[in-house]
């Protein structure tokens, strides 16, 4: 008997996605906009709170594009960005003409390093350079050090766009990712804790802001009664449809949080003993959405004995993401870095975490990891 494919991140849709986007289809609003869009952003904000605006967009990384260009990021300008990430937070830097600066990660949360990012921006500083933004991510749903990133930004006055694309639903000390930085991101693609296909938010405080990202994520069309464009516009709102699969996806929102934190505590309960398995455990006031139950191995052959045999079997695992200061695509780029990033990336690997597995899924999982170790 086939057994059936364990995928590392599934959609996993609940019960009234369907009827909000047959609502859109009964009402003919397939058009981009729409009620459902609105309904969505409010619960968004009454999601997160701390009077967070949310502009609903086409993804994470139009939101990242139109967060750097609002903040005035232009040709030739520098933007630090974490380097422990996935690609999408630093190409829009590329996208504006700017220059990306990777700062390396610490060990608590595996995100950008106070320590590092203060190294960064004197070292710019000395060379008459000063940074235009701070690309900081809350890695796997873990919060970034959010007060001690927020305290070197204000030292120096740049400010942060805070990627939450993995962290809807994580907080920091009682507050929800996405309402800490100048301006926040969202990310909604297929693999996210909750999805609208594809798609993405930028939260903010400021009206102003809110308003000037819609401005240009709809080709920045003048108030006019014919086509006038004074600026250089984009086609990054979201559809009615897409914001109808969000709507009912934020209803099940707090389910699916609780059903990746319970897997990662299954997994730590049954491989937390072994000595060559480690888990990233919770600081002291953070709190993760658990997106994501990663590993750490004591080597690279360990962890990759681990993927191949998982693969072997039709389960998903993957190696955690390849530091940008290590990709091809940004040879070139300077970085601050002590090693730590590239010592996760060889020893670390994310597991099927799906909301949406099975116990028997998990078990399956667990015993192929603990009989391929025990060889």
Not at 47 to 63: E, K, M, Y
Not at 73 to 92: K, L, M
Request: with cysteine; aromatic share 8%; net charge negative.
């Amino acid at each position: 008997m086939t057994q059936t494919k364990i995928w590392l991140s599934s959609p996993h849709m609940g019960t009234n996605e369907q009827r909000y986007v047959q609502e859109a289809f009964d009402t003919n609003w397939v058009a981009p906009l729409g009620p459902n869009v609105d309904r969505f952003e409010e619960a968004i904000q009454n999601f997160v709170g701390n009077n967070i605006q949310v502009a609903a967009l086409s993804s994470g990384t139009a939101a990242i594009h139109l967060a750097l260009e609002i903040l005035g990021v232009s040709h030739g300008d520098e933007v630090i960005c974490q380097s422990f990430t996935f690609s999408a937070s630093a190409n829009p830097i590329k996208y504006l003409g700017a220059n990306p600066v990777f700062v390396d990660s610490e060990r608590d949360t595996w995100n950008m390093s106070p320590i590092l990012l203060e190294e960064a921006i004197k070292s710019r500083l000395k060379n008459g350079v000063k940074p235009k933004a701070i690309v900081a991510v809350h890695l796997y749903g873990m919060p970034y050090k959010v007060e001690e990133i927020r305290k070197v930004a204000d030292s120096y006055g740049i400010p942060i766009v805070e990627d939450s694309a993995e962290a809807l639903g994580s907080m920091y000390k009682g507050g929800n990712c996405s309402s800490f930085g100048d301006i926040g991101i969202l990310s909604f693609n297929g693999n996210k804790i909750i999805t609208t296909s594809g798609g993405g938010a930028m939260t903010t405080k400021s009206l102003k802001i809110k308003k000037k990202a819609v401005f240009l994520a709809t080709q920045a069309r003048d108030d006019a009664p014919h086509y006038q464009h004074s600026n250089v516009g984009y086609n990054y709102r979201m559809s009615n449809i897409l914001a109808g699969i969000g709507r009912g996806q934020m209803e099940v929102l707090p389910n699916r949080v609780a059903a990746r934190r319970a897997n990662h505590e299954f997994y730590k309960s049954r491989l937390g003993d072994m000595s060559e398995i480690e888990f990233l455990d919770e600081p002291n006031g953070f709190y993760s959405n658990r997106w994501l139950t990663c590993i750490l191995t004591p080597s690279f052959e360990i962890r990759e004995m681990i993927r191949l045999a998982l693969l072997e079997e039709d389960i998903e695992s993957r190696p955690l993401w390849k530091p940008m200061h290590l990709q091809p695509v940004f040879k070139n780029a300077l970085h601050f870095s002590d090693g730590t990033s590239e010592d996760l990336f060889e020893r670390g690997l994310c597991l099927p975490s799906g909301s949406n597995l099975e116990t028997s899924d998990l078990e399956r999982i667990v015993h192929l990891i603990i009989q391929k170790l025990a060889k």
